[in-house]
């Protein structure tokens, strides 16, 4: 799960850094040392992993995966009472986790022409539903069956290396604290842990108020009670729109 390259590049940018930032010592503050900037980033981890690295925990369903042991357990059985144990019979397939990304909002502080401070709030949800059939193999219903809320609150510094009228290049890092609220099978509970964002390239395009950015880093975050393996956030690239005052 770890990823070197990430920290090779960021190192290589703040090592070629101080050349190109001589040039552009008061471009920031022509512009207002505020800003506040709203974005979305992808939840590469939701697709990419199965769900016990997800969540940190063995996955035992409630009901058997399969109809073949209610098939096996009705021979020989009066053909209602096999009837009534099919039908009542319950089994899930499960499907992929899902989730809609990150949502975060940040505000920072700009500091010297090169370093920025800030704040941000970033929150996701996964879903991993299932599609539930009975002992005929017939479909009942489709709901989800593990459920997770995760909320972020992470201080960050900014190091901006190059910046002219319009474009600026970035490197940041965030240390910070997240909160995450599960449900599992209907059994609810809460969590808590560590987080760690790198942002190894950022690129913002703008004009003296309105800007865009987008990101290459890695947003991670680990439950401190995990089991196995506590990793429960995710974020490679992002994006967002923000404005300066």
């Known amino acids: 799960m770890k990823r070197p390259y990430i ?5 290589a940018l703040l090592n070629i850094s101080l050349p190109l930032a001589a040039e552009n010592t008061n471009s920031d503050f022509v512009h207002g040392r505020h800003s506040l900037r709203l974005g979305w980033g992808d939840a590469f981890l939701a697709s990419n992993y199965s769900f ?7 996955f035992v369903p409630v009901y058997p995966q399969s109809a073949q042991p209610a ?13 009534k144990y099919l039908r009542d019979y319950r089994y899930v397939e499960l499907g992929t986790m899902r989730s809609a990304g990150h949502f975060f909002l940040e505000y920072q502080y700009q500091l010297t022409p090169l ?25 009942l219903s489709i709901r989800p069956y593990e459920f997770l809320r995760h909320l972020t609150l992470m201080p960050s510094v900014r190091f901006t290396y190059y910046c002219q009228r319009v474009l600026s290049l ?6 910070g ?19 760690l964002d790198i942002t190894a390239l950022g690129i913002n395009i703008g004009g003296k108020y309105w800007f865009f950015e987008a990101e290459l ?14 990793l429960y956030g995710s974020r490679l690239i992002s994006v967002a729109f923000g404005c300066r005052f």
């Not at 997240?178 to 509970?189: D, P, T, V």
Request: glycine residues 12%; without cysteine.
């Open 115 to 139: 370093i920025s401070v800030g704040m941000e709030v970033d929150y996701m949800s996964m879903v991993l539903r299932t599609q539930w059939y009975n002992g005929y193999n017939d479909p």
């Open 217 to 230: 880093g890695s947003f991670q975050s680990w439950a401190f009670n995990a089991a196995t393996n506590g």
């Open 170 to 175: 970035y490197s940041a890092l965030g240390v």
């Open 7 to 11: 920290y090779i590049v960021l190192f």
């Open 177 to 195: 604290y997240a909160f995450y609220g599960e449900a599992s099978n209907g059994i609810r509970g809460n969590n808590h842990g560590m987080a």
């Open 52 to 58: 016990e690295p997800l969540y940190g925990m063995t």
């Open 71 to 83: 098939l096996d357990a009705v021979v020989g059985m009066p053909a209602p009472e096999a009837d």
